[in-house]
């Protein structure tokens, strides 16, 4: 069976669906009866040629020095500079204003968009790094990066701009992808294009809050309809779904009661690099010190005080702990509110340590931070490995996930994996996901959220704690890949005609 796994999200993040994405396709390399290819595409960039999809005769078949030219011109044509220069900003503003046109000009003439070969033997540098690495053990290397790939040219976004534009005017028009050599082209979000009539398209969806809570969301109103339009293109045009989490399967049918029958729940994969070691509390204030959020700008020589503060700290750190992206949806605001009053009323020692990117409108979070920032009683944190992330994780009070809303939530899972334990907000993924192996409370009480954290995190009363912890460690078993693949596989042959 040949399968087409998107990669486009493994190119633009850690963690979430870049890290689902690299999970997957790390794991169903390892069927023997499975053929995976992996999909290179960028979000809003034009990628050179690389080889013919079907190989030509020798005697038409391009010199080798040519062939790893054109594919040398995909890498480059993937990289994006932090500052661009001039004449690079004009050349991508010019590709993304004539790749829209060109592609509906292709689709009403009938044609199809050309997905190129990408032989990585020359390359795998490049796809190791540049797809893998940031999930992936390096035990991994040789069969991720001896995998075959293709290229989509058109940009992603390009394809959502041309049907968004062209539903305004009546219809809306996807470009067509030929796919004739795969069986199966799993993507991760709902895709903005259809495939060949002989390939089944299989939308891995990780949650609908676009369409659901699209005040939480980015460019709210591009990403609503584009988030929506193309995942009705794809249900109307016969799709299969694998969900993440019950509570997203529920969501779906809930918005497109014709999908019942064509969906499946198939929870994410928890990375190998979590896993319950001993290790020493002790080297939390060295990780702490040496993973400062850089993008945070604090009063002068505040970073270098925190730094030397903690390089003296003459006890274990106690601490709670959040791994999240820094966006209005993950609401930061509830755990610092309910972690002041636990300051306030029973732990007056007691840090907060929040883990993650900066996201969409992260700075009214930030502001609410700085005073604690620069106290050195709340600490900002940025490119973790996941080895000192499963330190972090163990020797918390506890991990808490206090979000709005979610697909899946991977941080609970990994804290449960690496021995710790975990308070969440209680939301219908988090229960169908964590189980009993969480103490829950409301995402929109900061006094009920610090009641539930201080019955994880009394060191007084450390039993509900030790009970979260084994709870845990069952549960998070069951996202193992050794239990999700067999799903996968069995999701898949039930595909074949």
Known sequence: MKILLEMRPALDGHAGIPQASRLLFRALNLLDDMQVEGLIQSSSSVLA???????ASTAQALPVD?????????????????????????????????APSAMLLRHLLGGQQELWRFDPTHFRDFIWRSLFARTLPYEDFEAVTRAGFRVARVPWTAMHTVALLTHKLGHAVYPRLDTR????MICETPYPATVSRRTRLVVRYHDAIPVLMPHTISDKAYHQASHYQALRRNVASGAHFACVSDATRRDLVSIFPQTEARSVTIHNMVSHHYFDEPSSAVRVPEIVRARLHTGVRLR????????????????????????STIEPRKNHMTLLAAWEQLRTERFPELKLIVVGMLGWDHKPVVAKFRPWL????????????????????????????????EGFDFSGVEAMRSGGAVAASDIPVHRDVYGDAAQYFSPYSSGDAAAAIF????????????????????VARRYLPEAILPQWHAFLTSLKP
């Open 66 to 98: 040519q062939q790893i030219n054109r594919l040398s011109r995909v890498v480059v044509s993937l990289q994006r500079g932090a500052k661009p220069k001039l004449r690079e900003r004009l050349a991508s503003a010019l590709s993304l204003t004539v």
């Open 181 to 184: 050599d795969f069986d199966v």
């Open 455 to 474: 019955q994880v995190a009394n060191p007084s009363a450390p039993a509900r704690r030790q009970e979260l912890v084994l709870a845990g460690a069952e």
């Open 49 to 55: 040629r690389a080889l013919p999809a079907q190989p």
């Open 300 to 323: 002068a020589n505040v970073h270098e005080h925190l730094r030397v503060s903690l390089e003296y700290s003459a006890r274990p750190m106690a601490y709670l702990l959040m791994v």
């Open 374 to 405: 620069e106290q050195g009683q709340l600490f900002m944190l940025e490119d973790v490995p996941s080895a000192e992330l499963r330190l972090l994780y163990r020797h918390a009070r506890a991990t808490v996930c206090p979000s709005f809303g």
